[in-house]
């Protein structure tokens, strides 16, 4: 009986679990396609991010072995809202061809600014190239980016100067001179003043007129300094150390020549002092002689 009971609770319990079997195999199935197809899409999204992780590892690895520093490491060269900033940057680099380095550089500040000046020295025992040049502020951080072809950085100054309060206190003095020179204006059409009084307020109408002018060309100098950044570029060839200098053999002997000539010249120039020197050595008895008489023959006056 009890096998008979049994029996048929173990066909049920074989029928449902062949029932359930195809679908749990398909979410096994299922779940084991996401996992294999989120990695993928992970590495496919951030292949750029790994690549530009391993590309600054690398560049921070090479700064720190070949203790260069980078040109473009400041990237700040952006307006700063309700600032008046003005740039000045000053860098050195070492270069094994000067001459295609200052190639680069005039090229990369005729695009992006002017040439104040330059001074290039070719010499072999110390080449160099300083230059000083504006460029636009809003251009500066890709000069920065384009400089690190001109050789190795070796120093680097930058100075941010705030000129927002001397723009204000400009704008104060602007604004108060239009007041004075509006005033001074009004007054000189009143009938009642005299030729006198009139000609006063003309002279200083136009002293109000003329500092108006200076302060109108003030405030275009602080927007200037802040549109146009100062660069100025120092360029030394390799440090070879020091050379065995050989010097000319054939310099030593022009050298004796000159000498010689210079020595017969001086004699020429004294030589009636010579003649006079060499008559008096020669008759010197004689004189003495001369001299002994006379100093004799004073004596015996006196006596």
């Not at 899409?41 to 690398?58: F, M, Q, V, W, Y």
């Not at 070492?94 to 040439?115: P, T």
């Not at 030729?195 to 500092?211: F, G, M, W, Y």
């Not at 010689?260 to 010579?274: A, D, G, K, R």
Request: proline residues 4%.
């Amino acid at each position: 009986m009890r096998k008979i009971i049994i029996l048929p609770l173990f066909l049920f319990l074989l029928l449902n679990c062949s029932k359930k079997s195809p679908s749990e195999a398909e979410e096994v199935s299922g779940g084991l396609m996401e996992k294999e197809s989120a990695p993928m899409s992970l590495s496919a999204n951030d292949l750029e991010d790994s690549e530009s992780e391993t590309r600054s590892k690398k560049v921070s690895s090479s700064v720190e072995n070949d203790e260069e520093l980078d040109p473009a490491g400041y990237n700040n060269f952006y307006p700063v809202e309700g600032r008046m900033l003005e740039y000045s940057v000053e860098m050195h680099f070492e270069s094994e061809n000067l001459v295609s380095s200052r190639q680069l550089l005039y090229d990369s500040i005729a695009k992006h600014g002017f040439l104040q000046n330059s001074r290039t020295s070719l010499y072999s025992t110390a080449p160099s190239l300083e230059i000083n040049a504006r460029i636009k502020s809003e251009n500066f951080y890709q000069m920065l980016k384009e400089l690190r072809n001109a050789g190795s950085l070796k120093s680097e100054a930058i100075n941010v100067y705030d000129l927002t309060s001397d723009n204000i206190m400009t704008l104060i003095t602007k604004n108060r001179r239009e007041e004075r020179i509006k005033r001074r204006s009004s007054t000189l059409l009143n009938p009642s003043l005299s030729p006198k009084d009139h000609s006063a307020r003309e002279r200083a109408l136009e002293e109000s007129e003329d500092q108006m002018d200076m302060t109108e060309h003030q405030l275009w100098q602080l927007q200037d300094r802040v549109t146009w950044a100062s660069l100025t570029i120092y360029v030394t060839g390799p440090d070879t150390g020091k050379n065995i200098v050989v010097p000319r053999f054939k310099d030593a002997f022009t050298s004796l020549l000159n000498s010689t000539l210079e020595i017969i010249y001086n004699l020429i120039t004294v030589s009636p002092f010579l003649i006079i020197l060499v008559i008096i050595f020669i008759k010197r008895k004689r004189l003495w002689d001369i001299f002994m008489t006379q100093h004799k023959s004073g004596k015996n006056r006196e006596d």
